[in-house]
């Protein structure tokens, strides 16, 4: 039940997305490089320059799933005060450097642009004031380019939880159907299926993905076909002896005779019977998926940068591992852990659900 609460939380919070991430930017890739390796509870005051150009306000459906480009670019200041139609302030830099002076135009900073025809400086300082100069709170502190952690933790979520769905949905696809056929026909056919299960099963699944991920390329949607086609054996050896045990038995001998074809007789009569076994290796497999993308993420062979994945995010980070700056990969390492954790509780429920036999003896 815990780990079933996890993935719902989980898929929740993949799905809102941007509307919950404190960077509502695309990737959550909004750099601001003076505030890179923050510490957790890190709070800045931020002057919000207006960027030159229209920025289009998107749909809160666009925006749940691709995010908001912003509006403006970030300055992080400590002091500021404003004199005529300027801004003065002073930049932070470092913990260890003087702050830089700095002057602004107010109307480039309220607008983008050089000129800001009808608006008096009053009423322009007011406006920077009240919406422009703000304070942002990094509740789990910036990586090494000041992108906000927490947000790419968030969509972090969202890649892992989509590589598993996609990959488990095409390995149950290929693997029932390569499986089903092996098993009810048997002969050459499934000497032959057999033949090239075996091969494939006799690879470690990460080489196996990997070679698929040098065919294919670099790249999300490439990574949910190379790990889905590593998985679907297991699946397919499954399917395989279950339809064998099943092919015989009075109900699908009694379809047979009724003159209903071999796919009805598979599709109808014998795979509704042999669905909890497949549902338990779908989830152990929704794991395995997962520890497979982060792996891939890792070594440079999943979705590439700007985009978040808590193996890239390992990867940017494990050399800090050893200074007070842990936290920043074992973090993702974490959410992984957790993940592939609760995908397991779940496994372990639908064994003992499904497990029938077990069940009339403990009654």
Known sequence: MA?????????????LGYLIMPDQTPQANNMTIQLSLKKPGSEYTMLRMRREGLVDTVGIFTKMFFGQPSFYKDIPVTAWHFSKDSIYVDEYVSDEDKPSKAAF?????ATGKKIAAGISSDALAEQIKAHQIVKRKYWLGTDIYGRDLLSRLILGARISLAVGFVSVAISLLLGIV??????YFGGWIDASLSWVMNMLWALPALLLVIAISFALGKGLWQIFIAVGLSMWVEVGRLV??????LKHVEFVEAARSMGFNNTRIIRRHILPNIIGPILVLASSNFASAILLEAGLSFLGFGAQPPTPTWGGMIKEHYGYI???LAYLAILPGIAIMLMVYAFNLVTVGLRDAFDIKSQSTRI
């Open 178 to 183: 390569v499986g089903s056929v092996a098993g």
């Open 322 to 324: 050893i200074m007070n």
């Open 240 to 245: 395989r002896g279950q339809v064998m045990s």
């Open 3 to 15: 780990g079933l609460v996890f993935i719902a939380l989980s898929i929740l919070i993949a799905v």
């Open 105 to 109: 135009n107010l109307a480039e900073v």
